[in-house]
């Protein structure tokens, strides 16, 4: 399926690895010129390299911490100067620790809120006039199915994503007509994130190995794994082209079908 979006400007935070380069790579190999952001410097050059291998258009490598207001405010207009405008939004961010309620302290939940939901709110902010110039702006956030059903060990995604969606339900009103913004909620992808969230299972004794870690959570889906972070990738990126056109204000989950909620 074309996609419609060649020659569109993409930013795509936190896109050094996993989701969000999964989602810059899909959106490259359909001809849309992509911002890719991250804060380490080496690694955001190989994911440049990578991701420019996939595209037909221009890729630009950004550094810049989400948690930093100037660094958001610079992520956008890097990309308006690099690429003429901004048409999609895509949000990506690190996650918080796991662990439960009570090894959590104050800075946790306000680390928590500054990296899942202020990183939000400040990038669509800042981006919002340039969506709302193009042809077809949207917003696509990329959250976790925790926000669907709650996740053991993971009580600040539990709680603090559930935030993030009620803001991209809000902007699916307030910026339309110009701009759509739906969620994607992920299940376990294999990532860094997911490696380190294995490896901290382990340390606490909920797996016995890494590979025993994985294993047990490919088994728990019904489709016996877990995701490829293209899967994840080519929604978000789906969800940004007119094909999606008249998808605005939703929370799709791709989880393989593991959570258990008919709705
Ligand atoms: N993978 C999964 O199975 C899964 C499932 C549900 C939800 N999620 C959520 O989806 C999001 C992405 O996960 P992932 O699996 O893609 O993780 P990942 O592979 O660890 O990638 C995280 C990316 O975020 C960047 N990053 C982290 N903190 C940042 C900051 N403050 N400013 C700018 N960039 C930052 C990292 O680069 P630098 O460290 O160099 O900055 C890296 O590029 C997370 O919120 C995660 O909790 C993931």
Redo the contacts with the bound molecule.
Sequence with gaps: MDLEIEGNAALV?????????ASAIALARDGANVVV????ED??ADAVEEVEGEATGEVVGVE????DSDDTERLVERTVEEFGGLDHLVT????PPSGPFLETNDEDWYDAYD??VMSVVRLVREATPHLRDGDGGTVVT?T??SVKESIDALVL?NSVRMSVIGLEKTLSKELAPEVRANAVL????E????R?LVEQGVERGDYESYEAGVSERGQANPLGRIGDPMELGNTAAFLSSPKSGYINGESVVVDGGQSAGNL
């Design positions: 935070t936190a896109s050094s690895s996993g989701l969000g380069k952001n991250g804060r380490d690694r955001l810049g911490d989400l948690t990506s961010a690190g996650g990296l899942l990329i976790s199915r995604s992920p299940g376990a992808h990532t860094a994130r997911i380190e």
